[in-house]
């Protein structure tokens, strides 16, 4: 079936250093990539998108790249802060064929002062 | 603003009980989802409904059910708690079926003894 494999599944950076956090998916019929952020006992939710017909997709500090022939993503976050630290989930959605999005197993993000 | 409620923050219950787990949202969104949230897993898709009375399964079904008969309220029945059950559970909505974003509820942490 689907998949969406996310890694690494923790990291540590220094603030101000970047982060980055890469995801394959299986389906080559998905065509949307959204990114969930999930603080510690909150709710996940949407920071950044973007849709397979676009390459990259820029948001202040906050950019996400897809290349669709490797069936690859990726999320960047620049200049980090300690607010960043989080959960951050990368999912896949298919247009066709119904409503599932899939989503990868979680990176755990720390941002040390 | 978008509101996803479930009903519980918290919930404790034993082997063998039958669970109700509700969610509401206020936006007329088509589309409800169930997820659980395990460490190391993510998000997994249990059921989703695109509609009123409409229903799909998920990647793990087994051992829940769901009912949608208002468009606003989506509930997740485990028929028989058992302990593999213990887990954090989201419920999703979306103005569906076009890409948009999914937005979660504040989660239901459901403990099974």
């Known amino acids: 079936g689907e998949n969406v494999e996310q890694h690494p599944s923790t990291l540590s950076v220094q603030e101000g250093d970047s982060a980055v956090i890469k995801c394959t998916y299986s389906?080559?019929?998905?065509?949307?990539f959204p990114w969930y952020k999930q603080e510690l006992g909150k709710r996940p939710q949407l920071i950044i998108d973007?849709?397979?017909?676009?390459g990259e997709k820029k948001d202040q500090r906050i950019a996400v790249t897809l290349n669709k022939t490797a069936k690859h993503f990726s999320l960047h976050i620049t200049e980090t802060q300690p607010e960043d630290s989080a959960v951050y989930f990368c999912?896949?959605?298919?247009?066709?064929?119904?409503?599932?999005?899939?989503f990868g197993a979680g990176t755990r993000l720390f941002v040390k002062a | 603003d978008v509101k996803v409620t479930q009903s519980s923050r918290y919930l404790v219950k034993r082997t063998g009980e039958k669970v109700f787990l509700e969610c509401v949202q206020d936006?007329?969104?088509?589309?409800m989802f169930w997820y659980r949230q395990d460490p190391g897993l993510g998000l997994r898709l249990i059921y989703f409904?695109?509609?009123?009375?409409?229903?799909e399964k998920g990647d793990i079904p087994e051992g829940y059910s769901v009912s949608r008969e208002k468009k606003e309220r989506f509930s997740l029945i485990l028929e028989s708690a058992s302990t593999n059950q213990t887990s954090m559970y989201l419920c999703?909505?979306?103005?569906?079926?076009?890409?948009?974003?999914?937005?979660f509820g504040q989660g239901t942490r459901l403990t099974v003894v």
């Open positions: 999703a909505s979306r103005k569906g079926p076009s890409n948009t974003e999914a937005f």
């Open positions: 389906d080559s019929a998905s065509n949307y």
């Open positions: 973007i849709r397979s017909n676009v």
């Open positions: 999912a896949a959605r298919t247009d066709t064929g119904g409503f599932k999005t899939i």
């Open positions: 936006m007329d969104h088509e589309n």
């Open positions: 409904s695109y509609d009123v009375k409409m229903k």
